[in-house]
């Protein structure tokens, strides 16, 4: 069974977990390094999808996101899952305003959108993605 899991690291951590049937659970969490280990073994994705770390000469920047993505590697070495590491440039197709045409948008929850992002930029851009066609015809749909 394929399990898709995208991650917006950090002290929010946005998560997206996308089954084969199209449902979706898109939350947000604090994780330790140990809660997000565990996460991640009581899920078993198939495909792990993480934004990238972009450090930008911020004085005192926040690196919860450096380690997150430390323990993402790590886990990944030592389990069958692919893992994809996206820039975050890359959630810039999906906005607000497509996730709320597609009534997939919830206020307030920044850290989930971002992972929800991620996910649809990852299955929307492989054309042999089962659930690609599914997502792109719900944004022409809306």
């Known amino acids: 069974m394929e399990r898709y899991v995208s991650l917006d690291p950090g002290k929010t951590t946005g998560t997206c977990i996308l089954e084969p049937s199209g449902h979706m659970v898109v939350t947000q969490a604090a994780f330790s390094h140990t809660t997000l280990v565990q996460y991640l073994n009581a899920l078993e994705p198939t495909v792990l999808i993480y934004e990238s770390f972009q450090y930008r000469r911020v004085p005192n920047a926040d690196l919860t996101a450096v380690e997150l993505i430390g323990v993402i590697k790590l886990w990944g070495a030592s389990s069958e899952t692919k893992l994809v590491e996206q820039t975050p440039s890359t959630k810039i197709f999906w906005d607000d305003l497509k996730l ?17 992002r991620h996910m649809l930029y990852y299955v929307t851009g492989h054309p042999k993605e089962p659930l690609r066609d599914y997502f792109l015809n719900m944004l022409k749909e809306s």
């Open 100 to 116: 709320k045409k597609m009534d997939l948008y919830k206020p307030k929850n920044p850290h989930s959108m971002d992972a929800l």
